[in-house]
Structure formats: structure tokens, C-alpha cells
Nanobody, 125 residues
Framework: AIQLVESGGGSVEAGGSLRLSCDASGYHGVVYCMAWFRQGAGKDREGVAR???????WYVDSVKGRFTISRDNHKTPLYLQMNSVKPEDAATYYC???????????????????WGQGTQVTVDS
């Protein structure tokens, strides 16, 4: 099984930047599909960004142009560069990997197999 560990969360001022990282272990070869999700207080978990083994990326509309998901040649760490952060970006951010949903381009959490424990992001407005 793949183990995922997020880091880089913390407090950031509105308009500022933060970079989250996700390290993976327990696998051999390539982690083909990875994504970032977030869950704000009292909200459902939502997909934020996804990247496949070819480096293609997808973003939820609310973060397009502000967040960038990346990794080096389908390896880990996986990163999420968060720029122009808004108060509504405050949440616990989760790294997820693999699963039928990931391969199908879905942001439904149930379609992802492996999850990290999350890293919290707070935004000071």
C-alpha cells in the first residue's frame, strides 16, 4: 500500500503564497495519478487539482490561475503551489493517489484509493 504524508500547511495572509508537499512511500515504480483535495469546516471534501503520469493537470474552477499542482516526472513529492490565497481557501488539504476515479478524471473522493492524513491551511484576512 502507498503511504502519503502531507506537509507545508500553516497560516498565510490573504493574498500570500504557500506550498504544500506530499511524500509517498511503500510503492514500487510509478504513482500514476495523484491529486489534492481539501475540506473546510462544515464542508464536504472537494477536489482541488489532479495530475496524471503524463503531467497533464486539472483544476477546480475556484483555484484556476492561482494554484499549481506539480511533480517531477511522475515521481514524488507532489506539490501544490498556492498563490493569491483567499480566505475561502482555508481548509485541511489532503493528498490522494491512484484509484479508478483518479484515472477517469473524476474529483469524487470515493474514486481515490490512498489518502494522507492532511495538512491544515488557515488564512488570515
Amino acid at each position: 500500500a502507498i503511504q502519503l504524508v502531507e506537509s507545508g500547511g500553516g497560516s498565510v495572509e490573504a493574498g500570500g503564497s504557500l506550498r504544500l508537499s506530499c511524500d509517498a512511500s511503500g510503492y514500487h515504480g510509478v504513482v500514476y495519478c495523484m491529486a489534492w483535495f481539501r475540506q473546510g469546516a462544515g464542508k464536504d471534501r472537494e477536489g482541488v487539482a489532479r495530475i496524471d503520469s503524463s503531467g497533464r493537470t486539472w483544476y477546480v474552477d475556484s483555484v484556476k490561475g492561482r494554484f499549481t499542482i506539480s511533480r517531477d516526472n511522475h515521481k514524488t513529492p507532489l506539490y501544490l503551489q498556492m498563490n493569491s490565497v483567499k480566505p475561502e481557501d482555508a481548509a485541511t488539504y489532503y493528498c490522494a493517489a491512484e484509484g479508478a476515479g483518479c484515472y477517469a478524471g473524476s474529483f469524487a473522493p470515493a474514486g481515490y484509493t490512498y489518502w494522507g492524513q492532511g495538512t491544515q491551511v488557515t488564512v488570515d484576512s
